[in-house]
């Protein structure tokens, strides 16, 4: 019997797209979709949906914040046979005191881990922490790029999960069906500082890099100076307030439960990214 493919959602993003090189190099056939992937895939246009899902096997969602189209892609997941569904969700999913959800954007995420629970597939959720890669191709590339990682961070830490990491607990869970009704809390082995992260980078890159810190204040009025409307500035804001107090400091078990080895460290994820080429100027 040929394989079925496996669906990878998000699959040019930092999870998905790692998620497609592990599992090709395992040699199983993927179907990698995003909008601008090799099966085009818009969560936006529910036509797109049927094409992606049909004759597949296990599929990898990747939502977009804020919305909640992952109940009826379920619907059509039934529809079509899959059988096995791993979730990309988040820490502090379940904690209110963990961010304001001023946009909704936990209560959407809640919604989506209840329409995977209630699907009768079998199912995973993989809920990480702050991605190490935010330093490498997300959220703070340009700020490192520049040499200043400027951020209302104060001395707060997390324990940076290496996206590495997900993916192989991702890749475990859309193959293997023990992971079946497991919800992987996942982070790196300890908590980094936003200084101990820059210097990491910095002695792994070879290049001068700092983390200033920066009030709230002084945050939102550099956005706002750079042209970033202040609404959005404060958004960008209350996103970094787990890091600045500390709530994502503490150590998940994630990927000791389901690979049944430690985490890889923020230093290791540094020397990886920059004997790839990370953070090479130019
Ligand atoms: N970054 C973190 O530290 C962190 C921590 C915890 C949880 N998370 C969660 O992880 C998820 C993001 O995962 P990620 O970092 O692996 O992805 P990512 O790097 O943010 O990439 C997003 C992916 O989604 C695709 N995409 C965006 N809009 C789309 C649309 N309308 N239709 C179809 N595909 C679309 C993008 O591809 P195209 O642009 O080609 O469509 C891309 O492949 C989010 O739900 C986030 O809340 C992130």
Excluded at 39 to 62: K, R
Excluded at 173 to 199: F, I, M, N, Q
């Amino acid at each position: 019997m040929t394989e079925q493919p496996i669906l990878v959602t998000g699959a040019t993003g930092k999870s998905g797209r790692r998620v497609v090189r592990q599992l090709r190099a395992s040699g199983l056939p993927v179907r990698a979709a995003a909008r601008n992937g090799e099966q085009v895939f818009d969560w936006t246009d529910s036509g797109t949906w049927d094409a992606a899902l049909e004759g597949t096997q296990s599929v990898y969602i990747v939502q977009i914040d804020g919305t909640k189209l992952v109940r009826p892609f379920v619907e059509r997941a039934i529809h079509h046979g899959v059988r096995r569904l791993v979730l990309a969700s988040g820490r502090g999913i379940d904690n209110p005191d963990y961010v304001r959800d001023e946009d909704g954007v936990l209560e959407a995420i809640q919604d989506s881990e209840a329409a995977v629970r209630e699907s009768g597939l079998k199912w995973t959720i993989s809920r990480p922490g702050w991605f190490a890669q935010n330093f490498s191709e997300g959220f703070f590339v340009e700020a490192i790029a520049s040499g200043q990682l400027r951020l209302p961070g104060g001395d707060g830490a997390a324990s940076f999960i290496d996206a590495e990491d997900i993916a192989e607990v991702v890749v475990a869970a859309l193959t293997d069906d023990r992971h079946a009704g497991a919800v992987y809390e996942l982070s790196g082995p300890k908590a980094v500082s936003l200084d101990e992260a820059v210097a990491t980078i910095s002695a792994a890159a070879g290049r001068d890099i700092e983390y200033v810190p920066l009030t709230v204040d002084e945050y939102v009025a550099e956005l706002v100076q750079q042209g970033v409307a202040r609404a959005e500035a404060e958004v960008f804001a209350d996103v970094l307030e787990p890091l600045r107090a500390g709530t994502d400091e503490y150590v998940s078990d994630g990927v000791w439960r389901a690979l049944g080895r430690p985490p890889r460290s923020f230093a290791e994820f540094a020397s990886a990214t920059a004997a790839e080429g990370g953070w090479r100027l130019g």
